[in-house]
């Protein structure tokens, strides 16, 4: 057995190719209709959407593509409307774009698209022209065509070996097969630490005591292969008899192999592992008994085990094979305290390497802003019942710099469902919390008039310019408000000062006019909300005293709800003590009032 392996470098990880998948069009397929789905995969994708939109659909794509004999079957229910298609153009289809791995055998070069990157990158498409199994094919590059008699891979095995390996756990799995889902997570956790035990030596120079297991192993069969040396070499005669008798001058060569693959003639966990749940000390019954709520607590104790117990890329010659993680509505169940635990063992999941995860979610907790290998991709349906996928937000197209991302964690950490205007709906963001105050109170006493209406608290001037910048990656609509301030302010001193608060209001200026042009309504508050909407800046508790303003004054509530209307779109009139502006001389012009007595006169 060889000495202790010396650990790749994170440099060799950066540089080197990593097996994933890239991408996945599906068109249809159960909900999906004939206008293709198209889902570009990063380290983690999150689909949201609306229920009954096809999100399940996705997942279920990538898993019937990658599952053997009936499971990669299609049923008739899996047709759009449950009927067979005469048009090849409408038949069932799913393609999949996947990089090699980085020291895999390689098909024939006609099949692989190189990147300058250096990743290569691998076509396939499965069409069901009627239920049961598909039609395979690749794609050639060098026809730059579907290839109509071939695929890249030869037998079935091989294939999957090439393709991350699917983990599918539905929303509304049965117990036992929750059980099961969670069981093979930990024996594979089980078996890649035995993997590993091969490669750490005692110390330096040594090896481990796994691999003098494994070199004691091999003696063994070395010595029973040389008994058995009479037996195998008369098989050997007697083939070489019968098919030189066929084909003249032929002989057979019979080797043992005695020493090949030794790993596999050690099996530690032959028989599936026994799972029980339970107090200390009192009865423990078989995981299926358990509550929903308590196995899918295990799934993320399984998952976080695979995420802390990263494998280094290689092991000896071969890297291990990746990992896809296909999870419905991870939240269901848990309590809320759990949910923002199990959103970070998610993400942390594929810090190995060797992990992609694509979940689908209703809850805004398992979106964070503050991360640079996910994408958001909202799956919505049409009117007509088309279903479509789009990207709407990647972090690192969004430009976010590390204040950014600080400012973000830390909302995120305040205010859960901010990530919230991702499910769709129109956005107001403001800056404080007597806005998102009375603006809730708004949407509670007016639903239809304000329905669909996201109000995202950013607590913040700076916070704003952050969203905004997601915002505009998103690519809907939304709306500013915001405190003007002044340019100056009176210290405790006397003395007048600059007012670090007006800087702020250049840069959402800058971060509105790069949207599309008139998606984005921006009004400042003169000089702040409490003075525009009530003509008082509220002492003490000043959300809880502005809710109580609009509840016993209907005139003050009439304002509050106008000025809603003006940043939702429902009216074109903006309310006065509040100024739709355009540029910083503007908004300079209706705060001087409010500057201190020798800046103003």
Known sequence: MAAKKAAITAEDKSSAPRARLHKLTIKNFRAIGKHPVEIELDDIVVLVGANNTGKSSILRAYQVVMEAGKKGELALDDFPEAKLISLPEDYPTIELETVLFEDSKPPATKWIAKKENGDRHVRERWTWPQAGTPIKRGFNVEKNDWDENHGPWGAAGVAQENRPAPHRIEAFDNPKDQADAIISLLKKA??????????????????????????????LQNSVAKDAIEAIEKIREELSKSISSVFPGFTITLDARAENDIEKSISFFQAQPLLKMGPAGGHQSDLERQGSGARRTLLWNALKILADHKLPEKDGNKIQRPQVLLL???????????IRDACNVLYSLPEGGNWQVMVTT??????????????IIRVERSNSGVVSGTTIFRPKNANLGEADKERLK??????????????????????????????????????????????????????????????????????VLHDADTQKIRGKDGATKKNSAWAANAQILQEVLKAPPNTV???????????????????????????????????????????LDYLVGNTALCPSGVLAWETETELAAAVLVYEPDELST
Do not use: Q
């Not at 078996?191 to 091999?218: F, H, M, P, Q, W």
């Not at 499910?423 to 949407?443: I, P, S």
């Open 190 to 219: 089980l078996n890649d630490r035995v993997k590993k035990l091969s490669e750490e030596g005692s110390s330096e120079g040594e090896i481990s005591e796994y691999g003098a297991l494994l070199e004691t192993v091999k003696k």
């Open 328 to 338: 419905d509505e991870p939240e269901l169940c848990l309590h809320p305290a759990a």
């Open 362 to 375: 209703h809850s805004p907790a398992f979106i964070d802003l503050s991360r640079n290998n996910t994408s």
């Open 410 to 479: 830390l909302l995120n950490m305040y205010d859960p469902y901010v990530a919230e205007f991702f499910f769709g709906g129109k956005t107001v963001l403001v800056e404080g919390d007597t806005e998102f105050t009375v603006f809730r109170e708004a949407v509670v006493d007016f639903p239809e008039r304000f329905k669909g209406v996201h109000i995202v608290r950013a607590r913040g001037k700076y916070t704003i310019i952050s969203l905004c910048k997601i915002l505009n990656k998103f690519g809907c609509p939304y709306a």
């Open 521 to 563: 309504r921006l009004a400042a508050s003169l000089k702040n909300f409490e003075t525009a909407m009530f003509g008082d800046n509220f002492p003490g508790e000043k959300p809880y005293n502005a809710w109580l303003e609009i509840r016993k004054d209907p005139v003050a509530k009439e304002r509050v709800v106008g000025l």
